[in-house]
């Protein structure tokens, strides 16, 4: 056991870190198995009451749906239009794909606010109002910047000497890409599919703008009933969010090398 | 986080020439969506600021710069102000907690770096709308804490922990945590942990080796974390709508009501077009900064 008082304090500190993260959430996970309709902490008696009116919900399911769907064309877009632009950098060192990269990265950069304002004067002015599809679009463009790091550190982990291997045997782009990038990429593709997907289903504020009063997501509905007052369905609701993220992720970690994704490349000894 | 800016040198060996066609069959499709999706709304909002605004939420092409004198109102300024003072505040808090844990992540096993990445990954992705109404319930005036801190004679029985200042950053610190720690964690696990052992070799304690070594060494990075959190506060839209009273009310609260509520979208646009250019202002002020020290150094 070491009892070095650096150790502890360090452990002190995360371990407060840490509780500080995880106590809204256990208050909400608690709140959401209370038998009571009031809302009250700690909980006084289990039951799985409010989940049964959830999924048996008409309104929450098709809400849950809605951000499903969006949350999986908009991840499937921004991997698709991410994917040829960091290939051109890496394979062409394409001067236009980094500039259309820089976009996507800055785009990151902006207030949330600004985005969804932006893109909802746009949908506006299109005519185009209201629609599913808009809240789609609006969520690939503005997360585009993830797609476009996360592809971008999986291309710099493919093997040069094995690319040039395959051209010096008399391969094609069609064959090398076959043959050593996708299988090289795929565990990067679906991470970043899975964090645009992750980041879309709880994104609030660009889906209410662009399309809130016709598309009501998961989000948007959680929000019209907190003005309404408490309902216990919606802490179900908001369990099915952390459910959804931390398995995301769990899922993320087995498929790929986390810590290399989020920017680690000194290696790492198990 | 490596997700704020895409690095865009990628390392490459001599390639073969790069054939025209191949790259327009890559690019066109990318370029036609981020054009349509990004440059035109951007210009459309600048067009937006210098329109004229018609009743009935409509507005007509125009180049006036009525919306903008808007700006030059106390109002304004005090918006802005409490804005900037709410994002500083957090930004201290946030850089100081998580650099710290970075830090201590960075140096850990692999099993329990990757716990701590699923962690904070997960709950950095959590919307807005739960976190805000998870914060409810915790601070509500049937909740534990508020009893608590009656019971101890911290708060009037019956008092309320929110809506008010202390709600509103604690809730924004704790959005914004996971976010600053995942983008400290790349640069601090590129830190040579020799260069520690050597300052650690020559008497310097644990502390000292931290404080005298480590953290000059990030003073690019702890800048461009502060802007990170300035940047997001400056968007933050619910938790000051729900856990502050209108004094502490960010512009992008006052964004959203003039587009949505009031149906002024020139009023909106000039206000966001006013909070871009700040914003820029601020980078190129941190860079600035950043390279003044680098070049001291």
């Known amino acids: 056991m070491n009892l070095d008082p650096g150790m502890i304090l360090r452990r002190g500190f995360l371990g407060l870190v840490a509780l500080f993260l995880a106590a809204p959430l256990i208050v909400v996970l608690s709140v959401s198995f209370n038998a009571t309709r009031r809302m009250s902490f700690p909980p006084t008696e289990f039951s799985l009451r409010w989940y049964g009116e959830f999924f048996g919900d008409y309104a929450w399911m098709a809400s849950l749906e809605r951000s499903l769907t969006i949350a999986g064309l908009a991840a499937l877009v921004s991997v698709m239009v991410a994917l040829p632009i960091t290939y051109a950098i890496w394979r ?37 109002v209201g629609r599913l599809e808009n809240v789609v679009l609006s969520h690939a463009i503005v997360l585009l910047g993830i797609p476009l790091s996360l592809l971008m550190v999986g291309f710099r982990t493919i093997d040069q000497a094995q690319v040039e291997a395959a051209y010096t045997m008399g391969a094609r782009d ?81 498929v790929a090398d986390l810590p290399r994704l989020m920017g680690r490349t000194r290696p790492l000894e198990d | 986080m490596s997700t704020a800016e895409p690095s865009l040198a990628a390392a490459s060996v001599d390639q073969p020439a790069k054939p025209r066609w191949m790259l327009a069959g890559l690019l066109t499709g990318p370029a036609l969506y981020i054009l349509i999706m990004a440059i035109v709304p951007a210009f459309l909002m600048v067009q937006l600021s210098l ?75 959590l919307s ?14 049937s909740g534990t804490l508020a009893g608590a801190l009656a019971a101890v004679g911290l708060l009037a029985p019956g008092g309320a922990l929110y809506p008010n200042f202390p709600a509103v950053l604690t809730c924004l610190v704790y959005l914004l945590l996971p976010y600053v720690i995942l983008f400290f964690y790349p640069a601090l696990s590129q830190l040579d942990p020799e260069v520690e052992q050597a ?35 400056f968007g933050a839209y619910l938790t000051p709508l729900v856990l502050g009273r209108p004094p502490q009310w960010t512009i992008a609260i006052h964004i959203n009501n003039a587009a949505m509520g009031a149906g002024n979208l020139p009023l909106a646009a000039a206000y966001a077009v006013a909070v871009v250019v700040f914003m820029v202002a601020l980078l190129v002020l941190t860079r600035l900064l950043s390279r003044r020290r680098e070049a001291a150094a």
């Open chain 2, 128 to 141: 807005e709308v739960l976190i805000v109404f998870a914060f409810q319930v915790l601070l509500s005036t």
């Open chain 2, 199 to 233: 300052a650690t070799t020559m008497g310097a304690s644990r502390l000292s080796t931290f404080t005298r070594v480590v953290l000059p060494m990030m003073r690019g990075q702890i800048l461009t974390g502060v802007l990170l959190v300035v940047i997001f506060t």
């Open chain 1, 174 to 254: 069609s064959d090398a890409f076959r043959m050593v990038v996708r299988p090289a990429m795929t565990p990067y593709i679906l991470c970043a599919f899975i964090f645009v997907f992750v980041l879309s289903i709880n994104e609030y504020l660009i889906a209410y703008m662009v399309a809130g009063f016709t598309v009501q997501t998961l989000p948007i509905k959680i929000f019209a009933s907190m003005r309404q007052g408490y309902e216990p369905t919606m802490c179900v609701a908001a369990v099915i969010f952390m459910v959804m993220g931390f398995s995301a992720f769990t899922l993320m970690s087995k």
């Open chain 1, 92 to 128: 062409y060192q394409a001067k236009a794909a980094a500039v259309l990269a820089g976009i996507g990265g800055a785009l990151f950069l902006i207030p949330g606010v600004v985005a969804a304002l932006m893109l909802s004067a746009f949908w506006g002015v299109t005519g185009h």
């Open chain 2, 51 to 125: 329109a004229h605004r018609e009743v009935g939420g409509l507005w007509s092409p125009g180049f006036e710069l009525t919306q903008y004198r808007q700006l030059a109102t106390p109002l304004f300024a005090r918006i802005m102000g409490f804005s900037l003072l709410l994002a500083l505040t957090g930004a201290v808090i946030c850089v100081s907690l998580a650099f710290p844990a970075a830090y201590f992540i960075t140096r850990m096993r692999r099993r329990a770096q990757v716990a701590w990445l699923v962690f904070l990954l997960g709950s950095l992705s």
